[in-house]
């Protein structure tokens, strides 16, 4: 099966910065997306990334926080502005290509002091 | 997507069968059941999935009741490795939703010596 990479694994960030994660998949997908998982949280869908196009956010995420690109069928990132203590999360890339299940990345550990 | 309701944990002696059960009352026609797991600090992994008829793989049996407002996840000998918090999810495998998962809180299964 496909396989996600996603950089940095972990991080600790300073508070008012930006991170940038991306995500390499292993082969072209259809669909790609992004997760938010908060400390002793389930996953939370932030948006799907669009390729060559705007990402399509959810409910209670906005692009200026979160602003994604996809310039390909294999590549994503996914930035988080302007950092608060309550950005620290595990984010998690995933893929989905035609016929297959979704699959996961390893996540992105940050920690934002 | 179908709202799921899972017990928060169960306990399970190394050999022997988990069986993980899952309510999906408002489940609609067009949404297959998916389960995924997620073992500690890493991204969920992919499990397996129906739609009405039970299906088997390498790693579990997937049971759905004829209703399928309900259905019972299986792991036919589970071991230590299988410690993790288990996802029920339903979700329309097309259209706009398609590889989008929406996750609860899942079941904390713990595999005991």
């Known amino acids: 099966s496909a396989v996600i990479s996603q950089k940095p694994s972990r991080d600790i960030c300073q508070r008012g910065t930006s991170l940038t994660i991306q995500c390499q998949v292993d082969?072209?997908?259809?669909?790609m997306f992004w997760y938010r998982q908060q400390p002793g949280q389930s996953l939370t869908l932030i948006a799907t990334?669009?390729?060559?196009?705007?990402?399509?956010?959810e409910s209670g995420f906005v692009i200026d926080k979160f602003p994604i690109s996809r310039p390909n069928l294999t590549f994503s990132t996914l930035t988080v502005s302007n950092m608060s203590p309550e950005d620290s999360s595990i984010y998690l890339c995933s893929a989905q290509g035609l016929g297959t299940e979704a699959f996961f990345g390893q996540g992105t550990r940050l920690t934002v002091v | 997507d179908a709202k799921t309701t899972q017990p928060p944990s169960m306990d399970c002696a190394e050999g022997r069968a988990a069986n993980l059960p899952c309510n999906h009352s408002t489940i609609s026609g067009n949404e297959y059941v998916y389960w995924y797991r997620q073992i500690h600090s890493q991204g969920p992994q992919y499990i397996i999935h129906g739609l009405k008829n039970n299906e088997t793989n390498e790693m579990a049996s997937l049971i759905i009741t004829e209703d399928r407002k309900s259905s019972t996840l299986i792991l036919p000998h589970a071991t230590l490795r299988d410690t993790a918090v288990y996802y029920c999810i339903g979700s329309n495998a097309g259209g706009t939703s398609y590889g989008k998962l929406t996750f609860g809180q899942g079941t904390i299964l713990t595999v005991h010596p």
């Open positions: 990334a669009n390729q060559g196009s705007e990402a399509t956010y």
């Open positions: 082969s072209q997908v259809t669909m």
